[in-house]
């Protein structure tokens, strides 16, 4: 049968960052891995030629994630952290590897201001109260003076120069090293309406007094030397800055729930030490020290009671709102709160090795991960915008030879040039996988990485282990029937008191239910334990007997054990000065939950299957407490894969639920594992999802925010694939003023990470 552990979850243990190297083997060549910090990056695009630049170097795997600014890189020996950093620099963007974590915030002080934030928060300002004049006179004839146009010049000026200053410094840098960006794009298309419309004011007629000027959606034919193009210069460095502003800001409240878990812990702590109490910073603690916690307060890393009792909160952790007893010899969880009375803990774990930090590492790692479709955008994307360019020259030579207009041929290839910029592909896929990475983390759902999205879609048929999965993994007293004549309560209380004294999981079922019921039981002496038989001893005056002790059993006790053994239970007779008195039926009980999870799985499509070590008399009555029609019984743990296995090569994409060292095997098999975070370490190691609670509802919201979070993910796709494919060809067409163009796209992107945000709702 399966075992859990009195553990407490423990979230999978992640991949080593930058900071500390860790080295494995591949053949016989050890390899690290790094994390590092990319800058410079504007859109999908970037992130592509910094991948593909360090893929290149000799036995380097690099994966860029533009929505986390970071790269993810194994790298043999012979190549160094420094070799990486350069090969970046040389692209044209800046790399660091990551600080040293330090210690979170106080509570009280104020969260420090994004730079990247502040910088475009103040250029959209500028730009705009700069700009807005100069579109409303470009597009309102009525409000066009004599000379309105060196007005606009004056005020359009400053927001090409500077407030596009980041698009052209970026696009000089990609073109020292021969490549093309969106950021390429945006600068040649502002520049390019902006360089021709100085010199239709200093060379041509726009720049005579009484000119007028009128704005139309479309392409339209005039007199290119009266022709500016001050207010698309102008609008689409704002729109475009606005776009990034809100990007920005979008993407760091999609890494909100990443911080915030990361920011739970306590600051400091009351430590013991040569029996007085001080107070420190938590990272002064070491493994073995003792710290008291008071009611109310956090505790400060992962430990055992070893005096007081208390209920501890660990919503913020697990999104269980009711509090769970400890009492001395029970484990807790750093970050969790104390809700009762005093403990005092002694450390198990600190830093890196505890619960929080592992639970933010592989959400973290999950955020940097790319599914399968984001892979394909990016290729999409490291093409796309040379693409773009070739076709915007093709608009203008088009235009050119069918017109003879060159105004026209002009505004098309510029509306070409700002509609096709990509960045809403390269936003699609990470910004929903960070939010609902972040959300699951939340509920206490933890995803290892974007390609399990995928797994969750196909799963058909789900695998639930019994014992700690659907049962609660201990055995508890179920039912007292007594002999005619005798009273129930005091069968249960004599078989409790002389119980009390064995260790035996039957023998501690029946001590704790009548604990329960009677509270204080009576003392034993002369206390014997018969293996394999039960136990005896003297109480009140009487030699109690508990177990198989009896020989022969009344009729009515007799038909009372078989009617418990036939529901899956197990049965214990009790008596005493040698006559049987009364039988006790313990059971692993079904969790309260357990039921309802089915019906939700059954609801999403799955098709439940209980499998369990346990003889099938008791694996067919849990199955039918909860409602599963499917059991595999009497399974040996080393026959669970092929248990597994076996539904697989029927056709079934299996999901497996476990918590049990024994799970782990199955779980790594199974198209999806999902681990109970309150199982063994080996068992959430192996899965693919880890269920902080051991509830099993919690399977099924896993399964439906994977669901969800893959369709998000679709659907941002969707549209940005499809907004690229649809607006190309009416700007080449001249259906499109460029300044439309520009607001479309910048607003395309917000679209997408808009429509990630909506993953935190999920309950």
Sequence with gaps: MTRTTDEPPIAVTADTTSTAESTGTTGTTAISEAELLIGGMTCASCAARVEKKLNRMDGVTATVNYATEKAKVSYPAGIQVADLIATVVKTGYTATEPAPAEPAPQATAAAPEDPELTGYRRRVTVSALLAVPVVLLSMIPALQFDNWQWLALTLAAPVVVWGGLPFHRAAFTNARHGAATMDTLISMGTLAAFGWSLWALFLGDAGM???????????????????????????????????????????????????????????????????????????????????????????????????????????????????????????????????????????????????????????????????????????????????????????????????????????????????????ALGLATPTALMVGTGRGAQLGILIKGPEVLESTRRVDTVVLDKTGTVTTGRMTLQKVYAAEGEDEEQVLRLAGAVEHASEHPVAR???????????????????????????HGRVEGRDVAVGRLFDALPTGLARAREEAERDGRTAVVVGWDGVARGVVAVADAVKETSAEAVRELRALGLAPVLLTGDNRTVAEAVADAVG?????????????????????????????????????????????????????????????????????????????????????????????????????????????????????MAFSSVFVVTNSLRLRTFR
Aim: hydrophobic share 50%; glycine share 10%; charged share 25%.
């Design 628 to 744: 599963i029609d499917q059991v595999i019984a009497e399974v040996l743990p080393e026959d669970k894969v092929e248990a597994v296995r076996r539904l697989q090569r029927e056709g079934r994409c299996v999901a497996m639920v476990g918590d049990g060292v024994n799970d782990a095997a199955a779980l790594a098999t199974a198209d999806l594992g999902l681990a109970l975070g309150t199982g063994t370490d080996a068992a959430i190691e192996a899965g693919d999802l880890t269920l902080v609670r051991g509830d099993l509802r919690v399977a099924a919201d896993a399964i439906r925010l994977s669901r969800k979070t893959l369709a998000t993910i679709k659907g941002n796709l969707v549209w940005a694939f499809g907004y690229n494919v649809a607006a190309l060809p009416l700007a080449a067409a001249g259906l499109l003023n460029p300044m439309i163009a520009g607001a479309a």
């Design 509 to 535: 079922a029946v001590a704790q239910g009548a604990e329960e019921r009677f509270g204080r039981l009576p003392e034993v002496t002369g206390f014997e334990n018969v293996p394999g038989r039960g136990v």
């Design 209 to 423: 007094s009484g000119m007028r000027d009128d704005f139309e959606f479309t392409v339209a034919r005039v007199d290119g030397a009266s022709q500016i193009y001050l207010e698309v210069a102008a609008g689409v460095v704002t729109f475009i800055l606005l776009g990034r502003y809100l990007e920005a800001r979008a993407k760091r409240r999609a890494g909100a729930a990443l911080r915030a878990l990361m920011e739970l812990g306590a600051k400091d702590v009351t430590v013991l030490r040569d029996g007085r109490e001080m107070r420190v910073p938590v990272d002064r603690l070491a493994v073995g020290d003792r710290f008291v916690v008071r009611p109310g307060e956090k505790i400060a890393t992962d430990g055992t009671v070893v005096e007081g009792t208390s209920a501890v909160d660990a919503s913020m952790l697990t999104g269980e709102s009711v509090p769970v007893d400890v009492t001395v010899g029970d484990a807790v969880t750093g970050a969790t709160v104390n809700a009762g009375g005093r403990l005092v803990v002694e450390v198990t774990r600190i830093g890196a090795d505890t619960r929080l930090a592992r639970m933010a590492k592989l959400v973290e790692d999950a955020q940097n991960g790319k599914a399968e479709v984001q892979r394909l955008a990016d290729r999409i994307s490291a093409v796309f915008v040379p693409t773009v360019i070739v076709l915007a020259v093709a608009t203008f030579g088009a235009w050119l030879g069918v017109t003879g207009d060159t105004v026209a041929a002009f505004t098309a290839a510029v509306a070409v040039l700002i509609i096709a910029c990509p960045c």
